[in-house]
């Protein structure tokens, strides 16, 4: 009662904070009762609606709470927009300005669920459940006039508008939700019962996931994403979907480009098992009768540039052979389909050998040929570029044609369909049939997720607003930063920190928090309101652990901050690297100054660093770059964002946005629509790192980025240094870098790409993608010796591996055999008394294997498998046992064919925990005898 009653109070606090701000800033209350106001601020993107001549904040939170789609607002008291409202229908970003916004105020009754065959309309034969799905879809598309079927075929519908029928009882459905490593465009749940609001979680971004090599917990974060979806839809609180968009899956073969913060691996058999992985635990099929959700991966295919070469992503050819597509690109899609079973695929804006993806019969071959069951969507509009960029299609009709027949594109991201595809049937380019072809795959989806049976006895649909960012959930997501954050290097013992020390946390990320939630932190893990009301989890206790809710027994939560700032924070509740050490340093000082921007060369700040670090025992540098969803926009937007982000790190310095900035040096920065031209650490950043290293004081530089980064100087001192690569780590990033840091978790990551010189962009072009040119890219290619190599980390203790006794050596396979043969690794923690993860990969190694050495692919090996094993005791051995067949894990790529084949010949099989020592990777030879045996075809277009 008395934690009910602090928490009450809490609340209170907050409203009265928010109200007095409001009255400082001469805003008038009237109206607005239920809103949450933020003063000097602007959240949300866009606008669904646009009043003039209202005269107070509370008036347009009123318009906003009135409008069942309306999410936030914002009010503008003076300038070229005064006393205009914009209603909004997300909450994404969050920027100071000198306008007011707020969140809807709450809308109970909940809207009634979205779905149809609800009384007097379900007497129709589409709503009879004992028909087959495919009687109840076709008897459906019979009802549906021509002249709506464009519209229920665009993603978003016709500029935000979805096609419904209400005379037959069917609500319209939102494509387009996306899911990367949260929920992002759905808004948090209003829970009435309790008069809290739930958000969704947040976990580490696609690096970070990857270089987990786990796939248990990757289902466990794709479930919680999908049961979080199935929340907020049941609440009202999507567009109106339940596909998502994600996760992407495009390798990173380039550390360049721009989106390899939301991608990850450079190794299409990690990536594809990943892939199936988030697949099984997001859809869940076969756990009830009907799927959680669909899932939609990300950018089939070969989608890995954005802006380089004289070169877009809209204009790209991607022209490589068969055996690159087989081998690389085409990988991960193919193991999510064929193994998981996923339902959607995003065609992406490039060419592959000439031809748009969407409209490509090469991708709808191969999508074919693996068993795909759901629908295609494209990126947003990429059917207007294959005739407006590619030049492929003739015009908007032949591209709705040749996406619809050639591509089997079912939905298009864009206008296009809307714009020309009833004239496309009209020219005969197409029938209706191809029409109705794409309507009875997408409609498919919503009968297979239950959206026409019967809801009360779907589990489902039996979710509580509290399962939206439950402890639970926050527990998984800080288990998973734990598992994505690679120790690089730890000289002279610097992990684990002791408490009660001295420590300076110098950098343009000490304080960060919205660099661990990128990239896109549209839906921040606080939801964009006050701390007090939903944002627990980036607490932490004294033991490190999240706080799963303040006055637990065994949990002393620090006390929130709701001082100047925190109402209009959209990030107050996350834990910075800062806030985080300065929690498990009990006992101790903790110091934090930035040092330095992230780009800017400007030196001023330097001395107050060096001070703080001559005056502390350690040091931690937080260094990185950033990525963030504000390219330039394809169209004008009526509120730009007002901060500059080549000057201070999140400060407003600037009207101007970085693109519009002639001096902003943004070869560093990484985003969507902009590739990076320099993989180095900015020089200003490097400056500050020589000055602290020179001190000689134990140092822990802790990395962020999304594209692997150089650290050459940093990697060359012989000093007391430890190194850890974060990614973008989620909201509970900061806390488990602590934890890490301070020997509290030993789990760690491991590399998921290579990091290669500073100096390899001089020599691979970015447009280049034959993995085998130039040298060679990627560690199955490579033929230099890289920075880091692809699946190294470290651990605070050591680790030994050795095959099992009882391991035939060589272990003799025919070509043809389609059993699997175990073989079995013992690791032993030889290490300090710590327990700890390891993670054991099988790397396969030809070694002389004629037919195929004579093709001359340049692979030179490639990763068959991966196992992580958790909590390893001290002094203690661990068994893992890989599952290997002929067919499968020792299948190679035909370089003429592109047919996936095993050839006879001599192999190697390294089975290594990726430390680089002796002791930490043991050989297995391998022979295959027999005959060349095709496994798969390479697919081939009707």
Same mark, same amino acid.
């Given at each position: 009662?008395m934690a009910?009653?602090?928490?009450?109070?809490l609340?209170?606090?907050?409203?009265?904070?928010?109200?007095?701000?409001?009255?400082?800033?001469?805003?008038?209350?009237?109206?607005?009762a239920?809103?949450?106001?933020?003063?000097?601020?602007?959240?949300?993107?866009?606008?669904?609606?646009?009043?003039?001549q209202?005269?107070?904040?509370?008036?347009?939170?009123?318009a906003?709470?009135?409008?069942?789609?309306?999410?936030?607002?914002?009010w503008?008291?003076?300038?070229?927009?005064?006393?205009?409202?914009?209603?909004?229908?997300?909450?994404?970003?969050?920027?100071?300005?000198?306008?007011v916004?707020?969140?809807s105020g709450?809308?109970p009754?909940?809207?009634?669920?979205?779905?149809?065959?609800?009384?007097?309309?379900?007497?129709?034969?589409?709503?009879?459940?004992?028909?087959?799905?495919?009687d109840?879809?076709?008897?459906?598309?019979?009802?549906?006039?021509?002249?709506?079927?464009p519209n229920?075929?665009?993603?978003?519908?016709?500029?935000?508008?979805?096609?419904?029928?209400?005379?037959?009882?069917?609500?319209?459905?939102?494509?387009?939700t996306?899911?990367l490593?949260?929920?992002?465009?759905v808004?948090?749940?209003?829970?009435?019962?309790?008069?809290?609001?739930?958000?969704?979680?947040?976990?580490?971004?696609?690096?970070?996931?990857a270089?987990?090599?786990d796939?248990?917990?990757?289902?466990?974060?794709?479930?919680?994403?999908?049961?979080?979806?199935?929340?907020?839809f049941?609440?009202?609180?999507?567009?109106?979907?339940m596909?998502?968009?994600g996760?992407?899956?495009?390798?990173?073969h380039?550390?360049?480009?721009?989106?390899?913060?939301?991608?990850?691996?450079e190794?299409?058999?990690?990536?594809?098992?990943?892939?199936?992985?988030?697949?099984?635990g997001?859809?869940q099929?076969?756990?009830?009768?009907?799927?959680?959700?669909?899932i939609?991966?990300?950018h089939?295919?070969?989608?890995?540039?954005?802006?380089?070469?004289?070169?877009?992503?809209h204009?790209?050819?991607v022209n490589?052979?068969?055996?690159?597509?087989?081998?690389?690109?085409?990988?991960?899609?193919?193991?999510?389909?064929?193994?998981?079973?996923?339902?959607?695929?995003?065609?992406?804006?490039?060419?592959?050998?000439?031809?748009?993806?969407?409209?490509s019969?090469?991708?709808?071959?191969a999508?074919?040929?693996?068993?795909?069951q759901?629908?295609?969507?494209?990126?947003?509009d990429?059917?207007?570029?294959a005739?407006?960029?590619?030049?492929?299609?003739a015009?908007?009709?032949?591209?709705c044609c040749?996406?619809?027949?050639?591509?089997?594109?079912?939905?298009?991201?864009g206008?296009?369909?809307?714009t020309?595809?009833?004239?496309?049937?009209?020219?005969?380019?197409?029938?209706?049939?191809?029409?109705?072809?794409?309507?009875?795959?997408?409609?498919r989806?919503?009968?297979?997720?239950?959206?026409?049976?019967?809801?009360d006895?779907q589990?489902?649909w039996?979710?509580?607003?509290?399962?939206?960012?439950?402890?639970?959930?926050?527990a998984?997501?800080?288990?998973?930063?734990?598992?994505?954050?690679v120790?690089?290097?730890?000289?002279?013992?610097?992990?684990?920190?002791?408490?009660?020390?001295?420590i300076?946390?110098?950098?343009?990320h000490?304080?960060?928090?919205?660099?661990?939630?990128?990239?896109?932190?549209?839906?921040?893990?606080?939801?964009?309101?006050?701390?007090a009301?939903?944002?627990?989890?980036g607490?932490?206790?004294?033991?490190?652990?999240?706080?799963?809710?303040?006055?637990?027994?065994?949990?002393?939560?620090?006390?929130l901050?709701?001082?100047?700032?925190?109402a209009?924070?959209?990030?107050?509740c996350?834990?910075?690297?800062?806030d985080?050490i300065?929690?498990?340093?009990?006992?101790g000082?903790t110091?934090?100054?930035? *040092?330095? %921007?992230l780009f &800017?060369? +400007?030196?001023?700040?330097?001395?107050k660093?060096? !001070? #703080?670090a001559?005056a502390?025992?350690?040091?931690?540098?937080?260094?990185?770059?950033?990525?963030?969803?504000m390219?330039?926009p394809?169209?004008?937007?009526?509120?730009?964002p007002?901060?500059?982000?080549?000057?201070?790190?999140?400060?407003p310095?600037?009207?101007?946005?970085f693109?519009?900035?002639?001096?902003?040096?943004?070869?560093?920065?990484?985003?969507? *629509?902009? %590739?990076?031209l &320099?993989? +180095?650490?900015p020089p200003?950043q490097?400056?500050? !790192? #020589?000055?602290?290293?020179a001190?000689?004081?134990?140092?822990v530089?802790?990395?962020?980025?999304g594209?692997?980064v150089a650290l050459e100087?940093?990697?060359?001192?012989?000093?007391?240094?430890?190194?850890?690569?974060a990614f973008?780590?989620?909201q509970?990033?900061g806390?488990?870098?602590?934890?890490?840091?301070?020997?509290l978790?030993?789990?760690?990551?491991?590399?998921?790409?290579?990091?290669?010189?500073?100096?390899?962009?001089?020599?691979?072009?970015?447009?280049?993608?034959?993995?085998?040119?130039?040298?060679?890219?990627?560690?199955?290619?490579?033929t230099?010796?890289?920075?880091?190599?692809?699946g190294?980390?470290?651990?605070?203790?050591?680790?030994?591996?050795?095959?099992?006794?009882?391991?035939?050596?060589?272990?003799?396979?025919?070509?043809?055999?389609?059993?699997?043969?175990?073989?079995?690794v013992?690791v032993?923690?030889?290490?300090?008394?710590?327990?700890g993860?390891v993670?054991?990969?099988a790397?396969?190694?030809?070694r002389n294997?004629?037919?195929?050495?004579?093709?001359?692919?340049?692979?030179?090996?490639?990763?068959?498998?991966?196992?992580?094993v958790?909590d390893?005791?001290?002094?203690?051995?661990?068994?893992?046992?890989?599952?290997?067949?002929?067919?499968?894990?020792?299948?190679?790529?035909?370089?003429?064919?592109?047919?996936r084949?095993?050839?006879?010949?001599?192999?190697?099989?390294?089975?290594?925990?990726?430390?680089?020592?002796?002791?930490?990777?043991?050989?297995?030879?391998v022979?295959?005898?027999?005959?060349?045996?095709i496994?798969?075809?390479?697919?081939?277009?009707?």
């Amino acid at each position: 009662k008395m934690a009910a009653a602090l928490l009450l109070l809490l609340q209170m606090l907050v409203v009265l904070a928010a109200v007095a701000a409001c009255v400082a800033h001469g805003f008038d209350q009237s109206g607005g009762a239920t809103c949450q106001l933020m003063p000097n601020m602007t959240l949300g993107a866009g606008q669904i609606k646009v009043l003039q001549q209202v005269t107070s904040a509370g008036d347009c939170c009123d318009a906003c709470t009135a409008l069942p789609t309306c999410r936030a607002f914002t009010w503008h008291a003076k300038g070229v927009a005064k006393w205009n409202c914009f209603l909004k229908d997300n909450t994404d970003g969050g920027s100071k300005s000198d306008a007011v916004s707020g969140l809807s105020g709450p809308k109970p009754p909940y809207p009634p669920p979205l779905v149809a065959c609800k009384p007097p309309h379900n007497t129709v034969p589409f709503c009879n459940t004992s028909l087959s799905v495919d009687d109840r879809v076709s008897d459906l598309i019979g009802r549906i006039p021509l002249k709506s079927k464009p519209n229920l075929l665009t993603a978003r519908g016709d500029n935000g508008r979805l096609e419904s029928f209400p005379e037959i009882g069917v609500p319209g459905y939102y494509f387009g939700t996306n899911c990367l490593h949260s929920l992002n465009g759905v808004t948090c749940v209003y829970d009435t019962k309790t008069n809290l609001t739930h958000c969704p979680t947040n976990f580490p971004s696609g690096p970070s996931f990857a270089a987990t090599f786990d796939r248990q917990i990757i289902s466990e974060m794709a479930d919680v994403i999908g049961r979080e979806l199935r929340t907020a839809f049941k609440y009202g609180a999507t567009k109106g979907g339940m596909d998502c968009w994600g996760p992407v899956i495009n390798l990173a073969h380039d550390p360049r480009w721009g989106r390899n913060g939301e991608g990850g691996a450079e190794c299409p058999l990690l990536m594809g098992e990943l892939a199936a992985a988030w697949t099984k635990g997001f859809q869940q099929e076969g756990k009830d009768k009907f799927l959680q959700a669909v899932i939609t991966l990300k950018h089939m295919a070969a989608n890995n540039l954005e802006n380089s070469d004289d070169l877009t992503r809209h204009n790209i050819s991607v022209n490589v052979s068969n055996y690159m597509l087989a081998d690389y690109y085409l990988r991960p899609f193919e193991l999510a389909i064929k193994s998981a079973g996923a339902r959607g695929v995003m065609c992406s804006y490039n060419s592959v050998q000439g031809v748009p993806t969407c409209a490509s019969p090469l991708m709808k071959a191969a999508r074919d040929s693996w068993g795909f069951q759901g629908y295609v969507t494209s990126d947003t509009d990429s059917l207007h570029d294959a005739y407006s960029a590619h030049h492929y299609s003739a015009n908007g009709s032949a591209a709705c044609c040749q996406g619809l027949v050639d591509g089997a594109c079912d939905v298009n991201s864009g206008n296009t369909f809307n714009t020309f595809l009833l004239e496309a049937l009209g020219e005969g380019l197409c029938a209706e049939s191809d029409v109705d072809a794409a309507l009875r795959r997408t409609l498919r989806l919503r009968f297979e997720m239950g959206l026409f049976d019967p809801i009360d006895d779907q589990p489902y649909w039996s979710f509580e607003a509290s399962e939206m960012g439950s402890a639970k959930s926050a527990a998984l997501s800080l288990l998973a930063s734990e598992e994505s954050i690679v120790l690089v290097r730890n000289s002279k013992a610097v992990l684990p920190l002791k408490a009660g020390n001295s420590i300076a946390v110098i950098g343009p990320h000490a304080d960060g928090k919205e660099i661990l939630i990128q990239p896109y932190p549209f839906q921040p893990a606080c939801g964009g309101q006050t701390p007090a009301v939903q944002c627990q989890h980036g607490d932490i206790c004294p033991n490190g652990q999240p706080c799963p809710s303040c006055g637990q027994p065994d949990c002393t939560c620090p006390a929130l901050d709701l001082g100047a700032g925190a109402a209009d924070d959209p990030f107050a509740c996350i834990a910075s690297l800062t806030d985080a050490i300065t929690t498990l340093n009990k006992g101790g000082n903790t110091t934090s100054t930035a *040092g330095c %921007d992230l780009f &800017a060369d +400007d030196t001023s700040g330097f001395d107050k660093a060096i !001070a #703080a670090a001559k005056a502390a025992n350690t040091v931690v540098l937080a260094l990185g770059i950033e990525t963030f969803n504000m390219g330039p926009p394809d169209k004008t937007h009526q509120e730009l964002p007002t901060r500059n982000y080549c000057g201070q790190n999140h400060g407003p310095t600037s009207r101007l946005p970085f693109w519009q900035n002639t001096s902003c040096p943004d070869g560093y920065l990484e985003l969507e *629509g902009h %590739d990076r031209l &320099a993989i +180095d650490l900015p020089p200003i950043q490097h400056k500050l !790192a #020589a000055e602290i290293l020179a001190l000689g004081k134990p140092t822990v530089i802790v990395l962020f980025h999304g594209g692997a980064v150089a650290l050459e100087p940093e990697l060359a001192h012989d000093g007391p240094l430890a190194i850890i690569d974060a990614f973008y780590p989620g909201q509970l990033g900061g806390v488990a870098l602590a934890k890490q840091m301070f020997g509290l978790s030993n789990r760690w990551g491991r590399m998921p790409a290579t990091v290669y010189d500073s100096a390899w962009v001089n020599r691979t072009e970015m447009k280049q993608h034959d993995l085998a040119a130039d040298g060679g890219r990627t560690y199955r290619y490579l033929t230099t010796k890289p920075l880091v190599p692809f699946g190294f980390g470290l651990s605070l203790t050591t680790f030994q591996v050795a095959l099992a006794a009882s391991t035939p050596s060589p272990l003799t396979l025919v070509s043809t055999d389609t059993s699997s043969h175990n073989v079995s690794v013992s690791v032993l923690n030889s290490g300090t008394a710590l327990a700890g993860d390891v993670v054991v990969t099988a790397m396969l190694v030809p070694r002389n294997v004629p037919l195929w050495a004579a093709q001359h692919t340049g692979l030179l090996r490639t990763m068959v498998d991966f196992a992580r094993v958790r909590d390893v005791p001290h002094s203690s051995r661990a068994t893992v046992t890989f599952s290997l067949t002929a067919t499968s894990s020792f299948a190679l790529i035909d370089g003429p064919t592109g047919d996936r084949v095993v050839f006879p010949g001599e192999y190697s099989l390294e089975f290594s925990i990726g430390d680089a020592s002796e002791q930490g990777t043991v050989t297995l030879p391998v022979v295959i005898t027999g005959d060349k045996h095709i496994v798969t075809p390479f697919p081939s277009p009707k």
